[in-house]
């Protein structure tokens, strides 16, 4: 195994310098100039003080220059730290915060909420400016300043256990978590992946995700360890399915991962069958459910393609797989989350921790090289996220636990049947209900709230709310929309949200969902009735 993320770049530099690393339409970069580009901006951060197990930030959306800043920060002996460019200012400072970030390396294009994240940040001692029309007040340094910095390796002491990257996942709490991968957790996957797909140097991977989206790790590391190349998609072609469904047949794409959500929208409004895909040989969907019928319909319009169902929390990177067979036209039941990944062990748990039998359901659990190191600084999150089973021995088993709800099947492998908590996925992204209630009740005028999930056509949720005002307070349901577009990131806002005198009841006390839930569907089903 390498040990280290940055080193993939170097040796596939050695061994194939001018093949493409990175494209952005029609923008390119070798893995030379990575290399190279990506060792001067180590040596930027070096002069700005960042050292061994620093946290450095990436504001920007994905770009040529933010992917070398990535690797730039690997180089410097740091973990990057991904911050959602669409999040409001406050959400962006709060984790700017939390993880000590010593700087922030962002674009032109996030200039305007620059000094507004800054302002409600503490402790950053720097900007780099990743292009050169950052403005100078906004920066500490720019990509001139980069340009003009050594190519050659910065010297480094580094080891597989070291931090790589911080990604920050929705918390229960309206605090948003950061899940710290080691180099170690970070390549068991990767190596794994380019294994059990068959990479190699001719691939062309498409880049969906954003950076502070899990998925990423395997558009670019993947990439990376066998020299291919990774498409970046921007966002103004991936919210248009039938001009990214151009990109991925002029680009020849031969390996797309991405949620569910995205083949959906390629397949309903891309019109495939007007594109030659023929380069398309593996379709992998990880984040949440894909529909069978929609799986079906896409199977066939790409014969040519082998589809794979990834399962993992962020916190495990990816712990299971399924390569799909040929569907049946009456096939209808969820596909299943497959098996374990290699040097991967799996228990489904009761409540009272002792392992189930095959046929019963239970909590999931995880145990290998893949998994998390644990949450940043939050001692008692990590606490109860393991499971440490028979502690009295020397080096007692210790299991993530996923709080999902699975079954292992009696011919083998996995069925996911739910979440144990309040966590759902929307659009791919996980978001904890009970964080969308805490922006709610932030809201003066609002006594009482409640997140729930309702299914959309798609397959896929969304999320609803509904509230009680405090008396006496006129506020609209559009002014409460602009005070949590304030405080949660877009996929997080909920799409529909209705005011109500009392929120029903179960017989404990508690907030009865399902009553909310059924309310919503039936008035959605109903507009009029």
Request: aromatic letters at 6%; proline letters at 7%; charged letters at 20%.
């Amino acid at each position: 195994m390498k040990f280290l993320l940055q080193s993939l770049v170097l040796e596939s530099a050695a061994r194939t310098p001018e093949r493409t690393a990175l494209r952005l339409l029609d923008a390119t970069l070798s893995y030379s100039e990575l290399e190279q580009r990506s060792n001067q901006v180590a040596h930027v951060l070096y002069d700005f003080g960042v050292r061994r197990g620093d946290r450095v930030g990436i504001y920007s959306p994905k770009s040529l220059e933010a992917v070398i800043s990535l690797y730039g920060i690997l180089k410097a002996g740091a973990a990057y730290v991904p911050l959602d460019p669409l999040a409001p200012a406050e959400r962006v400072a709060m984790i700017i915060r939390d993880c000590g970030l010593r700087g922030l390396c962002t674009s032109a294009v996030m200039s305007e909420h620059l000094p507004a994240v800054v302002a409600r940040a503490a402790g950053l001692a720097w900007t780099l400016g990743i292009s050169t029309a950052v403005r100078p007040e906004l920066s500490t340094a720019d990509w001139q300043v980069v340009a003009q910095a050594p190519a050659h390796p910065l010297a480094q002491t580094l080891t597989e256990q070291d931090l790589a990257y911080i990604l920050y996942t929705s918390g229960s709490t309206g605090t948003p978590k950061g899940v710290v991968h080691t180099h170690r957790s970070a390549l068991a996957f990767v190596e794994w992946a380019v294994a059990e797909f068959g990479l190699h140097g001719d691939d062309v991977l498409s880049g969906h995700a954003p950076l502070h989206f899990d998925l990423s790790t395997f558009d670019l590391f993947a990439a990376a360890t066998v020299g291919a190349t990774t498409l970046l998609l921007p966002e103004s072609i991936k919210r248009l399915p039938a001009s990214l469904a151009e990109l991925i047949a002029r680009m020849r794409v031969t390996t797309w991962y991405s949620v569910p959500t995205a083949l959906i929208q390629l397949l309903l409004r891309g019109a495939l069958a007007a594109y030659d895909l023929s380069a398309l040989r593996r379709v992998l969907f990880a984040g949440e459910v894909l529909p069978t019928k929609f799986l079906r319909a896409l199977m066939q319009r790409l014969p040519g393609a082998r589809f794979s169902n990834l399962y993992g929390p962020t916190e495990t990177n990816v712990c299971t797989f399924y390569h799909v067979p040929p569907l049946a036209e009456e096939a209808d039941e969820p596909i299943p989350i497959g098996r374990p990944c290699a040097n991967t062990e799996l228990l489904v748990l009761d409540e009272s921790g002792a392992a189930v039998r095959p046929g019963e359901s239970g909590e999931l659990v995880v145990r290998g090289p893949l998994v998390m190191r644990g949450y940043w600084q939050r001692p008692e999150l990590n606490e109860r996220a393991f499971f440490i089973r028979d502690s009295a021995a020397p080096t007692p088993d210790v299991y993530y636990r996923t709080g999902d709800l699975v079954v292992e099947e009696l011919a083998g492998g996995y069925r996911l049947l739910g979440r144990r908590d309040n966590q759902v996925k929307t659009r791919g992204y996980r978001v904890d209900l009970e964080e969308v209630e805490q922006a709610l009740l932030g809201c003066a005028a609002v006594e009482q709230a409640a997140a729930y999930a309702l299914p959309d056509e798609e397959g896929s949720c969304l999320i609803a709310a509904a509230v009680v005002f405090c008396a006496g307070h006129t506020a609209s349901l559009p002014e409460l929309r602009a005070l949590l577009a304030a405080t949660l990131p877009p996929y997080a806002l909920p799409t529909q949200l209705a005011a109500v005198s009392e929120l029903p009841r179960t017989s404990t006390g508690k907030i009865d969902r399902p009553t909310l839930r059924a309310r919503a569907l039936s008035a959605r089903n109903h507009p009029h009735g």
